[in-house]
């Protein structure tokens, strides 16, 4: 059934995601990559979520336009987005939901974009399919996107194909062809993991600048702590498919209070760290989230394990300032 989009109340999330548990069915045992994730996002707001690999920062991502494959995919809980539920959305529905109410930019551009059609051709193509608009002015606006992203010579670029640019162009046309349709909401998935540290920046300040001309929310999966620092209002941290802390940016790294968020801020490199100084590091792996972990996920690596934690989930505590935390002792601090 297609679903119209619902005006918000002034203090209606954008984002409502209650208790989502994505599980993958395709191999010899379920995994269970997202575990009860539950969080909210306002317009204009910037979430960034962190964590090693494989902890269900993408999954959690990929879930918000259901990307995943429904025949070896489960996934339960409630996802509202721009007052629409994802999860009971139809085909029909998602098609229009996609592009015009969130849109994705990907880690891999050259990958993402077709190497068949030019640039042109794609945009033009995104913008077409959401509003009755003529190719002129849908072509007009995709001049008017890469000049806003600060492609040079935009006229010529829109001819071309995507292996005819550079990474950070391509980087470029994908934040162009994602803001296309006008949407509300926009996740970026590792947007400047393939890039060099000056283009890093480039692209993160432009996604801040864009952010906040247009009034977007953006949800904005990293593994670097400084990138989620530089363009974020909050970070939530993710490990083993569940949110164990998240805050403000000021609060959650001036003070982390899960002992995973402070041996990731500790074997981070810095700019005051003395030559020849060796990172701290986080000892042992994730764990395999196709076996059932009975108590804390990062119990076998932690510094500070007590005997209650192999034994049951920990429960989430709410701090001063909107900080929450999933830890057995809460006020423990690194």
Same mark, same amino acid.
């Given at each position: 059934?297609?679903?119209?989009?619902?005006?918000?109340?002034?203090?209606?999330?954008?984002?409502?995601?209650?208790?989502?548990?994505?599980?993958?069915?395709?191999?010899?045992?379920?995994?269970?990559?997202?575990?009860?994730?539950?969080?909210?996002?306002?317009?204009?707001?910037?979430?960034?979520?962190?964590?090693?690999?494989?902890?269900?920062?993408?999954? &959690?991502?990929?879930?918000?336009?259901?990307?995943?494959?429904?025949?070896?995919?489960?996934?339960?809980?409630?996802?509202?987005?721009?007052?629409?539920?994802?999860?009971?959305?139809?085909?029909?529905?998602?098609?229009?939901?996609?592009?015009?109410?969130?849109?994705?930019?990907?880690?891999?551009?050259?990958?993402?974009?077709?190497?068949?059609?030019?640039?042109?051709?794609?945009?033009?193509?995104?913008?077409?399919?959401?509003?009755?608009?003529?190719?002129?002015?849908?072509?007009?606006?995709?001049?008017?996107?890469?000049?806003?992203?600060?492609?040079?010579?935009?006229?010529?670029?829109?001819?071309?194909?995507?292996?005819?640019?550079?990474?950070?162009?391509?980087?470029?046309?994908?934040?162009?062809?994602?803001?296309?349709?006008?949407?509300?909401?926009?996740?970026?998935?590792?947007?400047?993991?393939?890039?060099?540290?000056?283009?890093?920046?480039?692209?993160?300040?432009?996604?801040?600048?864009?952010?906040?001309?247009?009034?977007?929310?953006?949800?904005?999966?990293?593994?670097?702590?400084?990138?989620?620092?530089?363009?974020?209002?909050?970070?939530?941290?993710?490990?083993?498919?569940?949110?164990?802390?998240?805050?403000?940016?000021?609060?959650?790294?001036?003070?982390?209070?899960?002992?995973? &968020?402070?041996?990731?801020?500790?074997?981070?490199?810095?700019?005051?760290?003395?030559?020849?100084?060796?990172?701290?590091?986080?000892?042992?792996?994730?764990?395999d989230l196709s076996e059932h972990i009975p108590g804390c996920s990062f119990a076998?690596?932690?510094?500070?394990?007590?005997?209650?934690?192999?034994?049951?989930?920990?429960?989430?505590?709410?701090?001063?300032?909107?900080?929450?935390?999933?830890?057995?002792?809460?006020?423990?601090?690194?």
């Amino acid at each position: 059934m297609n679903q119209t989009i619902q005006p918000l109340a002034a203090n209606a999330p954008l984002v409502d995601m209650q208790g989502l548990r994505v599980t993958f069915t395709g191999g010899a045992k379920p995994v269970q990559a997202v575990n009860g994730v539950s969080l909210q996002l306002h317009r204009g707001e910037v979430l960034a979520l962190i964590g090693e690999s494989g902890s269900g920062k993408s999954v &959690t991502l990929r879930a918000l336009l259901r990307l995943h494959s429904g025949r070896h995919t489960q996934t339960e809980g409630r996802i509202v987005v721009a007052g629409q539920d994802v999860v009971q959305m139809s085909q029909a529905a998602l098609s229009q939901y996609r592009g015009a109410v969130a849109s994705m930019i990907f880690q891999e551009p050259l990958l993402a974009l077709d190497p068949v059609y030019t640039l042109e051709q794609q945009i033009t193509e995104s913008i077409r399919r959401h509003e009755p608009v003529s190719f002129g002015q849908a072509r007009a606006r995709a001049l008017e996107l890469f000049e806003q992203v600060r492609i040079p010579s935009p006229e010529r670029r829109l001819q071309s194909y995507p292996h005819e640019l550079s990474g950070g162009m391509r980087q470029r046309a994908m934040i162009a062809l994602a803001l296309a349709c006008r949407p509300q909401l926009l996740l970026a998935d590792e947007p400047t993991t393939a890039l060099d540290a000056t283009v890093q920046i480039q692209i993160l300040l432009l996604l801040r600048e864009l952010q906040q001309a247009l009034g977007l929310g953006v949800i904005f999966v990293t593994h670097d702590i400084g990138a989620a620092v530089e363009v974020a209002d909050r970070i939530a941290v993710m490990y083993a498919g569940r949110i164990v802390e998240e805050g403000p940016v000021r609060s959650l790294i001036r003070e982390p209070r899960h002992p995973y &968020t402070q041996a990731l801020l500790t074997s981070r490199a810095h700019g005051a760290m003395p030559k020849g100084v060796r990172l701290a590091t986080i000892p042992g792996a994730p764990p395999d989230l196709s076996e059932h972990i009975p108590g804390c996920s990062f119990a076998p690596r932690c510094a500070m394990v007590q005997a209650q934690c192999r034994g049951e989930q920990p429960p989430e505590f709410n701090l001063e300032g909107h900080h929450r935390v999933r830890c057995i002792d809460p006020s423990i601090k690194g």
